[in-house]
T-cell receptor, first 117, second 114 residues
Framework: DTEVTQTPKHLVMGMTNKKSLKCEQH?????MYWYKQKAKKPPELMFV???????INESVPSRFSPECPNSSLLNLHLHALQPEDSALYLC????????????????FGPGTRLTVL | GENVEQHPSTLSVQEGDSAVIKCTYS??????FPWYKQELGKRPQLIID?????GEKKDQRIAVTLNKTAKHFSLHITETQPEDSAVYFC?????????????FGDGTTLTVKP
C-alpha cells in the first residue's frame, strides 16, 4: 500500500459541532503531518508527529486537537470551529522521523474539504 | 526560519513551449527541494525533487536545477501539454532549525493553451 488515505472527503459542520478527521498510511512511515490549505494558497503546516509523539505544533488554536493512536493513524479533532476554518485539510506522511538534519519526501493524502457554517 | 519566494505567480504558454518556474530560499542549511503539482480540488503531488548534493535532475519532460551558492532552484517543463496546467509549488526543507518542516512557495498557476 503506497497511499495516504483520508476520511471523510467532505465535511460540513456547524460552529457548535464536534467532528474528527482521519488519516491512515500503511507504508511504515514514522512521521505524519496535518496541513491546512486555503484556495490558491500553499499548504500551511499545523502539526507534526514523529514516532507517534507530537514534535511540532505551529501555534494552532486549541479548537484543533491532534491525536496519533498508533504509527499508521492520525486524527484531527475539531470543536467549536469558526467559518474562517473552512479549508482543505491535508494529511501527509514521510518515511523517517523528523529529528534528523536530512529532510524527507512527504506524501499527501487527498484531503478533507471542510465547510464550517 | 526559512523563507521561499516563487516566481512567476501565473504563467501562460502555448502547447509545445517550455515553462520555467523559479524559487529562492533563505536558509543555507536547507537540503531538500521538492516540486509539487496540484490540480484543482486534488492533493499536491510530488513531480520531482532534488537534494543539495546534486545540481540537476531530469525526469522525461521535467527537470530541476539547483544553485546552492545563489540559493535558488528552478523547475523546467519542456514540450508542455494542456494536462500540465495546474498550480505548482516549490518547497525547501531540512537543517536542524527547520527539522520536520517544509516551507512552500506561494505557487505558480501554469496554463498551457492548446
Amino acid at each position: 500500500d503506497t497511499e495516504v488515505t483520508q476520511t471523510p472527503k467532505h465535511l460540513v459542520m456547524g460552529m457548535t459541532n464536534k467532528k474528527s478527521l482521519k488519516c491512515e498510511q500503511h507504508m511504515g512511515h514514522r512521521a505524519m503531518y496535518w496541513y491546512k490549505q486555503k484556495a490558491k494558497k500553499p499548504p500551511e503546516l499545523m502539526f507534526v508527529y514523529s514516532y507517534e509523539k507530537l514534535s511540532i505544533n505551529e501555534s494552532v488554536p486549541s479548537r484543533f486537537s491532534p491525536e496519533c493512536p498508533n504509527s499508521s493513524l492520525l486524527n484531527l479533532h475539531l470543536h467549536a470551529l469558526q467559518p474562517e476554518d473552512s479549508a482543505l485539510y491535508l494529511c501527509a506522511s514521510s518515511q523517517r522521523g523528523t529529528s534528523g538534519v536530512l529532510a524527507d519526501t512527504q506524501y499527501f493524502g487527498p484531503g478533507t474539504r471542510l465547510t464550517v457554517l | 526560519g526559512e523563507n521561499v519566494e516563487q516566481h512567476p505567480s501565473t504563467l501562460s504558454v502555448q502547447e509545445g513551449d517550455s515553462a520555467v518556474i523559479k524559487c529562492t530560499y533563505s536558509d543555507s542549511a536547507s537540503n531538500y527541494f521538492p516540486w509539487y503539482k496540484q490540480e484543482l480540488g486534488k492533493r499536491p503531488q510530488l513531480i520531482i525533487d532534488i537534494r543539495s548534493n546534486v545540481g540537476e535532475k531530469k525526469d522525461q519532460r521535467i527537470a530541476v536545477t539547483l544553485n546552492k551558492t545563489a540559493k535558488h532552484f528552478s523547475l523546467h517543463i519542456t514540450e508542455t501539454q494542456p494536462e500540465d496546467s495546474a498550480v505548482y509549488f516549490c518547497a525547501a526543507s531540512g537543517g536542524v532549525s527547520n527539522a520536520g518542516k517544509s516551507t512552500f512557495g506561494d505557487g505558480t498557476t501554469l496554463t498551457v493553451k492548446p
